[in-house]
């Protein structure tokens, strides 16, 4: 394979930066502008994807029979669920600390005073 290197050659847009670059005014180094970076791309592009994106996630959700709404309240009563598993949880966990308490202050309180009589 031959791959020609002569810029001359290439055309009229070899070294041309590409289409949402500026220079910086430093030689060999070029930035994106922010609005592009942000979005990932151009403006219009990134609008066109998520016009697609949206149109057949719409139609999934509608094949499907779901709603926003629906979806939230399943995340919202998913989350309250998951919450009230972590508190019972919490409060078991509570309840053993206390019960070994119960046990090991004393003994551990009758043997540090037997350490300082000796």
């Known amino acids: 394979m031959i791959v020609e290197h ?3 050659r290439q055309g009229p847009q070899y070294g041309a930066p590409p289409p949402g670059y500026r220079d910086s005014g430093h030689p060999g180094y070029r930035t994106r502008s922010g ?3 942000f979005l990932g791309g151009s403006p219009a592009a990134v609008f066109v994807r998520l016009l697609f994106l949206s149109v057949v996630v719409g139609a999934l959700m ?6 926003p709404a629906r ?3 399943h995340a919202y009563d998913t989350l309250r669920v998951l919450i009230d598993l972590g508190l019972e949880t919490f409060h078991d966990f509570g309840g053993w600390i206390l019960a ?3 046990v090991v202050v004393p003994l551990w ?3 540090r005073l037997l350490a300082v009589s000796k």
Do not use: D, K
């Open 109 to 111: 309180l009758i043997s």
């Open 35 to 37: 609005l592009h970076r």
């Open 6 to 8: 002569e810029p001359r």
């Open 71 to 73: 979806l939230f309240w």
């Open 62 to 67: 509608a094949m499907l029979g779901l709603t």
């Open 100 to 102: 070994g308490a119960v």
